[in-house]
């Protein structure tokens, strides 16, 4: 069983544009949601986490939007750049430390088309 | 943040055989994670490593088919034992540091 939905499978989006990645959880003991980008032939970085104490955290052109309620949170892109194309998850996990398992969602294929 | 490497980059096996990856990180690290991502899916989480104590596999995965080693606190092994082709996937090694999780490159497993 999926831990951690996530949509849409893949995004294509013009250059200047926002890219928007959704993904939706059921265990509310979940407590950090990092997502992470994947370039071919490299393993996942960290992009940006958010803890559910905070509706939105931001850094530069990545913006996660968090809703406890809802059970969702979303990856904000702005200003879309080539260089952004890659694959994107979002993952979660009990325990804020980063030291536990990482639930992943299934990943976002991301083109961002010049 | 992290450097990690892993060896071999990818490698293409016959059936029944084992490969034994490994994983030298840049820094003294207490939690190293192996991970399995196969092709255009998720990551699954196979073991938790601690240096000093035995590997914790999780649900699905078990010690004779996936033995790690983990023999001090920069370096780790995972062998992929009597592989069939459902085995070819991408292998990660991942650590914890300052509460993060990093990633290695992965070890791109075929299998035939």
């Known amino acids: 069983q999926q831990q951690v939905k996530q949509s849409p499978q893949s995004l294509i989006v013009q250059k200047g544009g926002i890219s928007i990645i959704n993904c939706a959880y059921e265990?509310?003991?979940?407590?950090?949601f990092p997502w992470y980008q994947q370039f071919p032939g490299k393993g996942p970085a960290l992009l940006i986490a958010?803890?559910?104490?905070?509706s939105e955290k931001k850094e530069g052109r990545f913006t996660i939007s968090f809703n406890k309620s809802a059970k969702q949170f979303s990856l904000h892109i702005m200003d879309s750049q080539p260089g952004d194309s890659a694959t994107y998850f979002c993952?979660?996990?009990?325990?804020?430390?980063?030291?536990?398992?990482?639930?992943f969602g299934t990943g976002t294929r991301l083109t961002v088309i010049p | 943040s992290a450097v990690i490497s892993q060896k071999p980059s990818r490698d293409i096996c016959q059936r029944g055989t084992s490969l034994t990856i490994q994983c030298q990180v840049d820094?003294?690290?207490?939690?190293m994670f192996w991970y399995r991502q196969q092709p255009g899916q998720s990551l699954t989480l196979i073991a938790t490593?601690?240096?000093?104590?035995?590997?914790?596999?999780e649900s699905g995965f078990v010690i004779d088919k996936f033995p790690i080693s983990r023999p001090n606190l920069t370096f780790s092994t995972l062998t992929v034992s009597n592989m069939s082709p459902e085995d070819s996937s991408i292998y990660l090694c991942?650590?914890?540091?300052?509460?993060?999780?990093?990633f290695g490159p992965g070890t791109r497993l075929t299998v035939l």
């Open positions: 958010i803890r559910p104490d905070v």
């Open positions: 993952a979660a996990s009990m325990g804020w430390t980063g030291a536990n398992n990482l639930f």
């Open positions: 820094s003294q690290v207490t939690m």
């Open positions: 490593a601690n240096q000093g104590s035995e590997a914790t596999y």
């Open positions: 265990n509310t003991a979940f407590d950090y």
């Open positions: 991942s650590v914890n540091l300052a509460d993060t999780q990093y």
